[in-house]
Each structure stands twice: as structure tokens, then as C-alpha cells.
């Protein structure tokens, strides 16, 4: 027997979920923050191919936007410019970037 499976990555999505619903409230999430527009723009975009790539649309409406947002922190806290960082995020951001060798 056998199933003639190729070998093409089948994902999940969840039809409950709406994609653009998860991305408003992950922007206002991390706007919420403290982070301004600009920031959070960019954040969004460098995060989203890691939705495909680790399988967010699978899953539920509320772990989508949690793995999404803190995605989108992290990269932040590593990338984004230091006058735009909040206050509470600069002793995160100057310890994360000392460990990836930055300045």
C-alpha cells in the first residue's frame, strides 16, 4: 500500500482565524508597548515569514497573536533604534545586544 504522499508541506489554517485580525491586534499590542509606528512597521514586517515558517496559522487566534507579538518584541528589543525604544525595554535591549555582540 502506501499513501502516495509528495513530499509538499501541507499547513494547517485555521478558518476561524482571520490573519489580518491577528496582525491589528498584535500592532496594537506592541504599540501599547510603547513602541511608535515606524518600529512597529518594521518589526511586523521582518517577523511575518516565521508565520508560515513555524506553522502560526494553525493554531488559535490567541496564540497566534502571543507567538506574533513576541516575535515582534524580540526583534524590537535587538533592532530597533535606541531613541525609540521604551524606557522600560533599554536595560532589556542594551543586555541583548551586548550579547550578540553589538555596540
Known amino acids: 500500500g502506501g499513501s502516495g ?7 494547517d489554517i485555521r478558518a476561524d ?3 489580518e485580525d ?7 499590542a506592541l504599540e501599547k508597548k510603547g513602541f511608535g509606528v515606524k518600529a512597529v512597521a518594521a518589526a511586523m514586517a521582518a517577523t511575518k515569514p516565521a508565520v508560515d515558517a ?6 488559535g487566534f490567541n496564540e497566534q497573536k ?3 507579538t513576541n516575535r515582534g518584541l524580540d526583534w ?4 530597533c ?9 533599554r536595560e532589556e535591549a542594551q543586555l541583548q545586544r551586548k550579547k550578540r555582540g553589538g555596540k
Open 5 to 11: 504522499t509528495s513530499g509538499a508541506v501541507v499547513v
Open 17 to 19: 482565524v482571520d490573519p
Open 22 to 28: 491577528v496582525e491589528r491586534k498584535t500592532w496594537q
Open 54 to 59: 513555524e506553522g502560526d496559522r494553525a493554531e
Open 66 to 68: 502571543r507567538r506574533r
Open 76 to 79: 524590537l528589543i535587538l533592532n
Open 81 to 89: 533604534e535606541e531613541d525609540d525604544l521604551p524606557p522600560q525595554f
